[in-house]
């Protein structure tokens, strides 16, 4: 890739009167030093297929030694790694001293300082550090990770030593008051205390107030004896510095629906005794709950309702209110005492709005509640280092049953004639695989039932939110798939991708895997498997054979993918696009082809044969051959993905059936077990909610583009993948959902294209704003917005 230049201009001022402007040129940092890490980060470095890598590059990945985690995590989120996957990463502060390297059996890396890493890869460590190099950023100003347990690791890493002046920094060292001995501990894990030789050390919790002298004499830290030392403000700086001090201040009004007259309860967000409930959050989750309990006064309550013509008029008894927030760290406790209260409620059959208004001699409160029938929006988040929250693919939106019917509604009665074509080499025809009520069929599907915790988000208050999340995703599809009139990959390692990748144009073991990947080898996060009960991934059954159902339709095109064992196709060919010439129906020498459903030992008897012209209805020349470019000893092989497992390309097609399939393509055993155990057999088996209880993906990945099937199937297995990688998507401060928002609230200007390119960029490149992400620059852009607005109009 060209280095990026930009021009930086600057001003200098000559005797406060002449202004010279000068240009220089500077090479762009490539990136920014990062102080958090996610599923997000990882996946702007290495795209959505992150469980696809022999290594764990996940949100889950983690150190051997629990303690070293934290700066793993710093290492991978800044890329400190030649290429995704790689079995050794390099320590973000010090790569020169500090390795991990990837222990495939215990599935953690191990925090090494012997330089292995260093000595086997040494192009990759400068590859690395001249990384480090362009990112944009001072690293003096990250945050400072929590270290939650203090060892020989962590020591040395802050002191290359365990003790330097006599004091004790290892994992044995103690307090002299033996409660003492977990706070010192933690605090020395954290590197509470100036420089290595110091003998004052300060409480990582409260490092204003408490501090530990060493006791040279019992060996042991003494608590106090070291407050107001000058070392004092050095700590204070650096637990200020932590990232878990990041905060997240939001002021919100409480939610109460009176069900009797004699409790309410409530969960607010609450701090100080102010009459506005604020909480300032100094951790990433805190659980806040509010209870308000009755005492003896007398409250007067009228109850309105649009359903019924009757007023009644209940007494109730409330006058204090106590709030308590409870968090991870801290209990807060606050009790106000109120005089008079008058509630009013007013319901209707959907909506029921509550106020209340409390009066003391000191503050007004005013509390709304406005509850909405199956309206749910849950989201999990994790504070940054400059108090930015990213949504990592927990998250969970789904949308009220009125918001899914009005959305299906319009999606019904849409003009959808011409939107779904592909192109068939001389025009454009309409899909006869993707078909508009099949789609509104998954819709239906997806945002009412989902898979798992995820549904397809129809919107919140609007489904003119949820129509242009649809249009966004179809927009996608169009580009991917439809355009292809294919359900299941085609092969598509031209002789581009050979000379990228090695082995031979177009062999058949593209089944197994295109450009380095090993589709059977996609392994799922160790957080996945467990929640599995062990394995979340399909097995690979190496007697599995199949063919797909689709293939391109180009002059010439390469058949469709098939897999067998070894015993049925001992060596795979090669697709020959140019001979041998087929003579078309009724011209001499015709052969009519295979048809779909060909016994499966004739078809690979035919391949075994070298033959040609039967593959497909309507082929006008091509066959399958076992010599020429590429090919060794009658085999012609894929290419090499060492980072599975296969240093070597595949010769053969054992076990290789598990290429993508469906509309933006579901593609390996890691993604075909989770929509097993999510939403087909083994979801039914083990007692869980299941959408296709019949459908063994594991057994039948064919299943998903068998025309026999469920026909809204190949949408739904699309839509799996939406609903993980795009609606969760925050990343850079681009949230989707709330830009899809801010681009309807803003008119819907189809000349706009930022939403939309966002969009594609996450699909295409795992970005929303390729080619920053590293990742090459956004295929197709101008036709995705395109495809968007043609959805919009029908």
Known sequence: MKMLLQVLTGTCLVANVVALKYTQQQPV?????????????????????????????????????????PFLHRALANKMFSACGDVCVWDFENPDAVEFKYDADRKCYVEQRDGSCAKEHPDALETVKNHKSTLCGKEAELCHPFVPELTENIILRYCGIVGKNGQDHSPDTKGCDDSDTPQVQKSLANHMFSHCGAWCLFDYDAPESVSYAWDIYNQCWKKGGCKNHPEQKDAIARRAQACEFTTTTSTTTSTSTSTTST?????????????????????????????????????????????????????????????????????????????????????????????????????????????????????????????????????????????????????????????????????WLPSDIYTWPDMIEAVKLMASTGVGQLKLWLGDTDHIYGLVNVAAFLAQCMQETIQYNACDENNWSDNNVVQEAGGSTYSATSACGQLHQSYQDYSCSAEEDAMAGGRMACEVDSGMEMRAFTQAKWYGAPAKLFCAPKSKVPKAPRWDYSSPWCPQEGGYGYEAPFPDDVDLDTYFQYVNEGGGCKDYQGIKTGGWKFTGSGCVDGACPGSDAPLFGQPDGRTDVEGCCWWGRGVIQTTGTCNFGKLNFYMGKRAADEGRSSIYPSIDFCKNPNSICDPTSPPELKWVAGMFYWLNAVQPYNSGGWNYIS????????????????????????????????????????????????????VLKA
Not at 400 to 425: C, H, K, R
């Open 263 to 427: 409790s309410t309860t409530s969960t607010i967000t609450s701090t100080t005794t102010t009459t506005t409930f604020t909480t300032t959050s100094t951790i990433t989750t805190t659980t806040i709950t509010t209870t308000t309990t009755s005492t003896t006064t007398t409250t007067t309550s009228t109850v309105t309702s649009t359903t019924t013509t009757t007023t009644s008029t209940t007494t109730s008894t409330t006058t204090t209110v106590t709030t308590t927030v409870t968090s991870t760290t801290t209990t807060t406790t606050s009790t106000s005492t109120f005089t008079t209260t008058t509630v009013t409620t007013t319901s209707t059959t959907t909506t029921s709005t509550t106020t209340t208004t409390s009066t003391t001699t000191t503050s007004t409160s005013t509390v709304t509640s406005t509850t909405t029938t199956t309206t749910t929006t849950t989201t999990t988040v994790a504070t940054t280092t400059n108090g930015a929250t990213t949504t990592g693919p927990t998250t969970t939106l789904s949308s009220p049953s009125l918001l899914i019917q009005e959305t299906v509604s319009a999606l019904q009665s849409s003009n959808s004639e011409g939107v779904f074509m592909y192109d068939t080499g001389t025009g």
């Open 29 to 69: 940092c490539q990136d920014r030093m990062r102080g958090g890490f996610s599923y997000n980060i990882m996946r702007h470095h290495c795209g959505f297929k992150l469980a696809s890598y022999s290594s764990d590059i996940t949100e889950t990945a983690s150190a051997c030694e629990e303690a070293s985690t």
């Open 739 to 790: 830009e899809l928002k801010k681009w309807v609230d803003n008119g819907m200007n189809t000349g706009d294209s930022s939403f939309i390119n966002g969009a594609s960029g996450i699909v295409n490149r795992g970005c929303h704003n390729p080619p920053n992400c590293g990742t090459g620059e956004l295929h197709a852009g101008a036709k995705r917005a395109e495809n968007f607005q043609k």
